[in-house]
């Protein structure tokens, strides 16, 4: 079992910033970022595998960056450049064995 503690949303204006981190209870291997908006499915942001490979979600890509520290088991998301569109919950995930864990939430709000 993986426990996931993720903190860092908030409100903030458009074109500004926001750091999400997530920590993970064990060593996991890939680590990664999904949202989710209100009417809307889930979809990813970033993800990031043990080795440092990284992919991102077209809305994003530019914008966001991810890394990972494997000896605190923690993900960082940088968001840069936010927009109204980017105000979601995002939710941490992480693989370990196969099986895919899930943190609680954080939600951000992008808005002037």
């Known amino acids: 079992q993986v426990q996931l503690v993720e903190s860092g949303g908030g409100l903030v204006q458009p074109g500004g910033s926001l750091r999400l981190s997530c920590e993970a209870s064990r060593s996991v291997s890939t680590m990664g970022w999904y949202r989710q908006a209100p009417g809307k499915e889930r979809e990813l942001v970033a993800r990031v595998t043990s080795g440092g490979n990284t992919n991102f979600g077209d809305p994003v890509k530019g914008r966001f960056t991810i890394s990972r520290d494997n000896a605190k088991n923690t993900v960082y998301l940088q968001m840069n450049s936010l927009k109204p569109e980017d105000t979601a919950v995002y939710y941490c995930?992480?693989?370990?064995?196969?099986?895919?864990?899930w943190g609680q939430g954080t939600q951000v709000a992008v808005s002037s």
């Open positions: 995930y992480a693989i370990r064995d196969a099986d895919k864990y």
